[in-house]
């Protein structure tokens, strides 16, 4: 008779086998990455470095994590799915859930007077700009991203098209005509909503991943349309000088008729970063609120029926083509409002701001937020782009790793490195819970796993 394998003995092996296959696959992979290095010799002539050390040391990282999934953390993930949720759990999450956002809202608004206070006018330029506006953005583009995906359960992997429509939108018509910010906004986000219905006229009958593939095609015509139509958008060449916003007529400049001159204050362009990020807060705010009302309406649920089931949807007699040409033009019109505020602070634009990458981070955000939660796709944000844009302050580690070591190179190695971890240990977002539109008699939390996601 066969003795029982036991778990430190067959396991052990197994994991160590797999562990040395992912470790070889890494390798593989990240040789050419990581490994190999061109460098500048005296004479201006390219040399290729090997970094042994480094690539040897990601390996080995790599190597040893897979080694302790297999033997720690997945027959702990194995038992926590077995283990009955405690209620006093639940309960102490409800009410982190319930203070959470009235925090975060107090949090967001009173940012820049902390970084004020406490770095200065020098370190409000980089903590509310590079940090706080940067994050704000994307959170709206998650937030009007999730409402095609999260909320009407369509892949669309074209978003960035949508995003770009309000840039171009702000820029043509801002130095074609000198509209001002505050007409163009609107504006903007109505063009936007257009070509939104125009996307979802011909994927009517598409679903899944068919699809993803048509709206991945339409982002990338839309970034060729900019690319070669050179007469209109200039090309490669992009937009410049493009206006921006002012206070209520009050240009952000140094001269007599200036913000600083007419308040009486020293001229520093910590005021302009300050006001953008109170107008992309405000316009954020914005999107939230009209995303929960709409969910609340007869559209937002039949939003989430169309997520559910498409055919039982229909036979309710729910019109699926109006159901999904409002979620696209819904969630267009705020990507068209992000684009025309990036086009207005950045007073550039070019067709290389909206790639296809653009497009994979957001969905990337909305999915691992939690598809359909707003406080889920809001920390999503947060984590990854704060993540990601922090890497460029790291000098420290140039001691550790050598001089010609730049940590800004490895801020999308970290940002798969944490997909994968969320998704191992939160598979259905960070936010797995979802709260009903509408209930009888009492509101229960849904869970995740009773919702299916992305089919509709």
Known sequence: MDKPASSTGVDFVHAAKEACVTAAIT????????????VSNIDNKLVL?????????????????????????????????????APATSSWLSAVGRWFGPFAVGFAIVYPILVLSTSGFS?????????????????????????????????????????AVGAYSYALLAKEFGFSFWILLPLAGILSSFWGILLGFPVLRLRGDYLAIVTLAFGEIIRLVLVNFVDLTNGYAGISSIPRPSFFGIPFNA????????????????????????????????TAFVTVRLRRLPVGRAWEALRED???????????????????SIGAM???????????????????????????????????????????????????????EIMRDLDFLKQIFGSSFDPTQYRMLL???????????RPRGLVSTRSPSIFLKERKTISSDLVNEGHG
């Open 27 to 38: 390798f593989a992979v990240l040789l050419p990455l990581i490994g190999f290095e061109t």
């Open 49 to 85: 470095h090997m970094r042994w050390g480094l690539l040897f040391s990601i390996v080995a990282i790599v190597g040893v994590g897979r080694l302790l999934m297999a033997l720690v953390i997945a027959p702990w993930l194995a038992q926590r799915r077995m283990r009955p949720v």
């Open 123 to 163: 370190g409000a330029l980089k903590w509310v700009d590079n940090f706080g506006i940067q994050i704000l953005i994307y959170v709206m583009l998650g937030w009007g991203l999730n409402i095609v995906v999260g909320l009407a359960g369509l892949l669309d992997l074209g978003y960035v098209a949508f995003y």
């Open 255 to 286: 001269d007599d008729n200036g913000f600083a001159a007419v308040f009486g204050l020293p001229f520093t362009p910590v005021y302009r970063t300050i006001f953008l990020y109170y107008l992309i807060l405000a316009l954020c705010f914005l």
């Open 310 to 328: 498409e055919i039982a949807c229909r036979s309710l007699g729910i019109n699926t083509t109006n159901t999904k040409l409002t979620a696209f």
């Open 334 to 388: 705020f990507g068209g409002f992000a684009g025309s505020f990036f086009a207005a602070r950045q007073g550039f634009i070019s067709p290389e701001s909206f790639t296809f990458l653009e497009s994979a981070t957001v969905l990337s955000i909305v999915v691992l937020g939690g598809m359909g939660s707003q406080i889920g796709v809001a920390v999503a944000a947060i984590f990854f782009i704060g993540g990601t």
């Open 415 to 425: 940002f798969g490195f944490g997909m994968v971890i969320i998704m191992v240990f």
